[in-house]
């Protein structure tokens, strides 16, 4: 009997060109959203952009809604720690500009996620992983909780920003970072920080004696 011979290399360089596939395909999704869309794009479209075969499609995604979820949920985790960070910045001014402006410029993908058919499943998504945070940030004493005070900054940063992205004519990104410092993050942040202080190790420095 013959014995088969093992390539990890052959492996490797399949599972490396797979990767930079899936890449593509995400890649022509975004740039096609920018132009038109989520309804108006087609597979055919995506792998135009991509230039990458039809066929090569299905092998990494059944749909289209398939890519866009895998899309949607590195962008939920993104937008995640970006809404935490805010409140654990001292210049939280700078923070939620910071958040506004990551949206707008993803803006046509933004708006399928928060305002398309898709949308409540995304924020149910968005809670489940602020739950998931919000677990690990729990401490005893805090007021609000630091796990109550998670979620409400998740899911209000989540709100604020579908109401931007409906509006006919927006807001300045400057101005709904204002409505988010200050009605989403000021009334919350001290609890997310106290938590934060709490959770850190501390270092315990012994004095010499004179």
């Given at each position: 009997?013959?014995?088969?011979?093992?390539?990890?290399?052959?492996?490797?360089?399949?599972?490396?060109?797979?990767?930079?596939?899936?890449?593509a395909l995400r890649n022509a999704l975004l740039r096609l959203l920018e132009l038109k869309s989520f309804e108006?794009?087609?597979?055919?479209?995506?792998?135009?952009?991509?230039?990458?075969?039809?066929?090569?499609?299905?092998?990494?995604?059944?749909?289209?809604?398939?890519?866009?979820?895998?899309?949607?949920?590195?962008?939920?985790?993104?937008?995640?720690?970006?809404?935490?960070?805010?409140?654990?910045?001292?210049?939280?001014?700078?923070?939620?500009?910071?958040?506004?402006?990551?949206?707008?410029?993803?803006?046509?993908?933004?708006?399928?996620?928060?305002?398309?058919?898709?949308?409540?499943?995304?924020?149910?998504?968005?809670?489940?992983?602020?739950?998931?945070?919000?677990?690990?940030?729990?401490?005893?004493?805090?007021?609000?909780?630091?796990?109550?005070?998670?979620?409400?900054?998740?899911?209000?940063?989540?709100?604020?920003?579908?109401?931007?992205?409906?509006?006919?004519?927006?807001?300045?990104?400057?101005?709904?970072?204002?409505?988010?410092?200050?009605?989403?993050?000021?009334?919350?942040?001290?609890?997310?920080?106290?938590?934060?202080?709490?959770?850190?190790?501390v270092t315990r420095r012994t004095k010499a004696r004179s």
């Amino acid at each position: 009997m013959g014995h088969k011979i093992h390539r990890p290399h052959l492996k490797t360089a399949q599972d490396a060109r797979a990767v930079r596939t899936r890449e593509a395909l995400r890649n022509a999704l975004l740039r096609l959203l920018e132009l038109k869309s989520f309804e108006q794009i087609t597979i055919r479209d995506i792998c135009e952009v991509a230039d990458v075969g039809y066929t090569t499609f299905f092998r990494h995604h059944q749909t289209k809604e398939s890519l866009l979820d895998e899309i949607a949920a590195e962008q939920i985790g993104e937008l995640v720690g970006m809404s935490l960070k805010v409140a654990d910045a001292s210049d939280t001014r700078h923070a939620s500009i910071a958040v506004c402006q990551y949206v707008d410029d993803h803006r046509k993908l933004w708006s399928t996620l928060l305002t398309g058919g898709a949308a409540s499943a995304l924020r149910e998504e968005f809670i489940r992983l602020s739950l998931d945070v919000a677990a690990t940030r729990a401490q005893p004493g805090a007021w609000p909780p630091a796990d109550i005070a998670t979620i409400l900054v998740v899911s209000s940063t989540l709100e604020l920003l579908s109401w931007w992205l409906r509006q006919r004519k927006p807001m300045s990104i400057e101005e709904v970072a204002a409505i988010h410092e200050h009605i989403i993050i000021t009334p919350i942040a001290p609890s997310m920080k106290q938590a934060q202080d709490s959770a850190r190790p501390v270092t315990r420095r012994t004095k010499a004696r004179s």
